[in-house]
């Protein structure tokens, strides 16, 4: 299967805003870091027509090691839950993305 | 944070950029990350996370308020997990309770 990675990305962005390559990368990359910290500080990141990552606290419980049956306990922790539009949901189905689409 | 503001804090970081070249670079990102898993591909940032489209196979759905038995087609779902050092990030923040710390028990 093919996979786009941050290149592909940054040569989109060249292309389409007509940044040099080198800003085209550094400014993806920003973007990737600010969305990063705004996790990171416990804030969703909502994009409209793509998605919300929010962080969700997750409690302890009381975990087993699948191979050996032995209970470990599981920590609380934080994890990081994308939440995908309607928009998005439509266009990996092939469908028209509804008009409304600013969840 | 909104893709609004996201575009805002860049337009700050970056004054010799037009807001209108900002907002397409980020529109693009979407767009882009967008029609890969629309074409059934996958998009990997390493660190940050990877987009894929998971199948989810046809099965009998309820309505719920009826009762119902509903046909629900087979269909895709885009799904993101997001990269060890994002995960880490994330999940370090919470005092007390690092991911360095849950390694020692």
Do not use: C, W
């Amino acid at each position: 299967m093919q996979t786009v990675t941050r290149a592909h990305l940054a040569e989109t962005i060249y292309t389409q805003v007509g940044l040099s390559r080198n800003e085209s990368a550094d400014l993806l990359e920003t973007v990737l870091e600010r969305m990063s910290a705004a996790l990171e500080s416990g804030e969703s990141v909502k994009i409209s027509g793509f998605g919300t990552f929010s962080v969700r606290q997750k409690g302890r419980r009381v975990g087993r090691n699948p191979k050996t049956g032995v209970e470990v306990p599981i920590m609380p922790r934080r994890v990081l839950v994308f939440r995908p539009s309607q928009g998005l949901k439509a266009e990996v189905n092939g469908l028209t993305p509804p008009v409304d689409d600013d969840e | 944070m909104t893709k609004s503001e996201l575009i805002a804090e860049l337009a700050a970081d970056n004054p010799h950029l037009l807001g209108r070249d900002i907002e397409l670079i980020v529109g693009t990102i979407f767009d882009e990350i967008t029609a890969a898993l629309s074409r059934g591909e996958r998009v990997e940032l390493r660190g940050f996370g990877a987009f894929t489209v998971k199948r989810r196979d046809a099965r009998t759905g309820r309505n719920p308020r009826t009762g119902q038995a509903v046909p629900v087609e087979e269909k895709a779902v885009p799904f993101f997990k997001a990269g060890k050092e994002l995960r880490e990030r994330v999940n370090r923040s919470k005092p007390g309770r690092g991911a360095g710390e849950r390694a020692r028990i």
